[in-house]
């Protein structure tokens, strides 16, 4: 949290010249500074934010250990900015990611299950969110996953293509998001959309059942690959005899989807 540190230090420095100010007799009263040195320190925030792109390993990491669990469940909640999860966990971890100001955790064994937790705030607002700017998450590809993913105005980068995800929802408002399907085995992904832009990649070797309703403005779909079958639904012609399958299932407001 670098970034935060220097903000801290240039607000505090700022509020000692304006109390040193009014003690010299330079200024009557440096409360009345107050309201327009935070717009000004919040806009300088926003402008450090986009000019420095600091590296990866100037963000902290948790972990939450795989134990003895042959499934694991994963709830994410995000409030607004950017958030990217992916396979690649190390061994014995279920997932690794970034740690921040303005995120919680919680695990819990449930029998065989483990049960994981992770909310993170907006990372579009000073003081809150890694120092890259992005929340990023890697999740184990050793045993199978589900995953509920809630999110705000966000951008989500979500690619599980070396994941064993066997279920993914999906709720988002105003967002932008990239999804990258499972490529191997039997996969569910429900999809609840505001006025959101859905990009969907179905790896090459993946069959898929795509099912739509609602009020899209656009849904475009590789009609190549997933021919139209009936109102309302695509499907791959090999969908019911692939072992690797996906089936989408898509419920949006006004917004965009695109599946390849």
Request: proline share 4%; net charge negative; with cysteine.
């Amino acid at each position: 949290m670098k970034r935060a540190n220097i903000f801290w230090g240039i607000a505090l420095l700022a509020l000692g010249v304006l109390f040193l100010l009014q003690a010299q007799g330079i200024i009557a009263n440096a409360f009345q500074f107050i309201w327009p040195l935070a717009l000004i320190l919040v806009g300088a925030w926003f402008i450090l934010s986009a000019l420095w792109k600091p590296d990866l390993a100037d963000d902290e990491t948790f972990s939450i250990a795989l134990q003895s669990a042959k499934r694991v469940e994963f709830d994410f909640s995000h409030g607004a900015g950017q958030i990217q999860i992916s396979g690649g966990a190390p061994s014995g971890k279920a997932i690794v990611g970034s740690s921040a100001v303005g995120m919680n955790t919680g695990s819990r064994m449930d029998g065989d299950r483990l049960k994981v937790e992770v909310s993170a705030g907006p990372s579009v607002i000073p003081f809150i969110g890694p120092a890259t700017g992005v929340w990023r998450y890697q999740l184990t590809q050793e045993v199978p996953v589900t995953l509920e993913v809630n999110a705000g105005a966000s951008g989500l980068e979500i690619d599980l293509q070396d994941v064993q995800a066997t279920r993914i929802e999906l709720s988002t408002g105003a967002s932008s998001v990239n999804l990258t399907m499972p490529a191997r085995g039997a996969s569910l992904l429900d999809v609840s959309a505001g006025a959101a832009s859905i990009n969907i990649r179905v790896p090459d070797a993946v069959a898929a059942r795509i099912r739509f309703e609602g009020g899209l403005t656009n849904m475009d779909v590789d009609a190549a690959r997933f021919p139209q079958v009936d109102s309302g639904m695509c499907q791959s012609p090999d969908f019911d005899t692939s072992a690797n399958r996906a089936e989408i299932n898509i419920d949006g407001g006004l917004g965009s989807v695109t599946v390849k």
